[in-house]
């Protein structure tokens, strides 16, 4: 058990529709990090929050957002959703930014993850 | 710019016999390394990371990888596979000491046979 849990764990919809997936981080941890994983594209990057603020952005279509509260938990939104959407979608979480003397090697943990169904 | 190429898309070896896992890496900063480990329908699970501390890094569950920095390498082996090794395995690659985000391999679905 990394620490870092996620909800929901399964989610079935319908193509057009919009849903919201919840990340928790580890206690302590600031940075948050999403990440999808699909058949043809693997596991990429899709946006990382540091204390609020996001602080990079990899292959995020516009059709998805996200934010990181005060509280450090996290939301990734998925609207318009499409077929291509089906994947699963990773939280992680990390000690700082994955840099400093805290953890320079940029060390992250993840969540069991929430499958994504759009019929 | 940084990628990370696991060699084998599948691997499948007899229990007990010797794992290899091959990935390579090209990075322009100087790279952190990892392997994670996925079990189906479970989540990522780290199983080594590379500190610069020693090249050769052993991990949990018998792993080990060899950080070899003229061949842009860092295999995964372990001397004896057992059956709850069967897992999709994924070879990371990020910038030391920079952040941001990490960059997986494609994946080696590793079978156990017995």
């Known amino acids: 058990d990394s620490g870092v849990t996620q909800t929901p764990k399964h989610l079935i919809t319908a193509t057009g529709q919009r849903v919201t997936l919840r990340c928790s981080p580890r206690s302590g941890d600031l940075s948050v990090y999403w990440y999808q994983q699909s058949l043809d594209q693997g596991l990429q990057f899709l946006i990382q929050y540091y204390n609020g603020e996001e602080r990079a952005k990899g292959n995020i279509l516009e059709r998805f957002s996200a934010q990181q509260f005060p509280d450090l938990h996290s939301e990734l939104n998925l609207s318009s959703l499409e077929l291509g959407d089906s994947a699963l979608y990773f939280c992680?979480?990390?000690?700082?930014?994955?840099?400093?003397?805290?953890?320079?090697?940029?060390?992250?943990?993840f969540g069991p993850g929430t499958r994504l169904t759009v019929l | 710019a940084q990628s990370v190429t696991q060699l084998d898309s599948h691997v499948s070896v007899s229990e007990g016999t010797p794992v290899l896992l091959r990935c390579n890496y090209s990075?322009?900063?100087?790279?952190?390394l990892f392997w994670y480990v996925q079990h189906p329908n479970k989540g990522l699970q780290l199983l080594l990371k590379y500190t610069s501390a020693a090249t050769l890094v052993k991990g949990i569950n018998g792993f080990e990888a060899e950080f070899k920095k003229s061949e842009t390498s860092f295999h995964l082996t372990k001397p004896s596979a057992h059956m709850s090794d069967a897992a999709e395995y994924f070879c990371v690659v990020t910038r030391y000491n920079q952040g941001g985000k990490l960059i997986f391999g494609q994946g080696t679905e590793l079978s156990v046979k017995p």
């Open positions: 990075s322009s900063y100087s790279p952190s």
């Open positions: 992680a979480s990390s000690v700082g930014g994955g840099l400093g003397v805290q953890n320079p090697y940029n060390e992250q943990f």
